[in-house]
Nanobody
Framework: QVQLVESGGGLVQAGGSLRLSCAASGRTVSSCAMGWFRQAPGKERELVATIDWSGGVTYYADSVKGRFTISRDNIKNMVYLQMSSLKPEDTAVYYC?????????????????????WGQGTQVTVSS
């Protein structure tokens, strides 16, 4: 089993930056894809970014591309989301998730259902 704990959320002004961290324990997630999702009030949960097991392949939602950076440290069993140029529309609860995809070809996923493990979430609020 894998336990994921997010941290680093908070209140920032528009244009500011935050770095979210996700600590994994119980089992290494070195062999899985990791993703950051978010859910804003009244909206569906959406993928923010995902990264493959090696850290060499990433994907970003169009809404955050160029502003957010996902990274991972497999030695520390950590994944990060660096958020810059934050906008009020980025306000949401951010969730870290792990996906064991079972494929040597498809190394990342944008599908919520393929992520087996989820953290409790951390609140990010961006004021205008």
């Amino acid at each position: 089993q894998v336990q994921l704990v997010e941290s680093g959320g908070g209140l920032v002004q528009a244009g500011g930056s935050l770095r979210l961290s996700c600590a994994a324990s119980g089992r290494t997630v070195s062999s899985c894809a990791m993703g950051w999702f978010r859910q804003a009030p009244g909206k569906e949960r959406e993928l923010v970014a995902t990264i493959d097991w090696s850290g060499g392949v990433t994907y970003y939602a169009d809404s955050v591309k160029g502003r957010f950076t996902i990274s991972r440290d497999n030695i520390k069993n950590m994944v990060y989301l660096q958020m810059s140029s934050l906008k009020p529309e980025d306000t949401a609860v951010y969730y870290c998730a792990a996906a064991y995809l079972g494929s040597s070809i498809v190394v990342i996923s944008t599908n919520d259902d393929e992520y087996q493990y989820w953290g409790q979430g951390t609140q990010v609020t961006v004021s205008s």
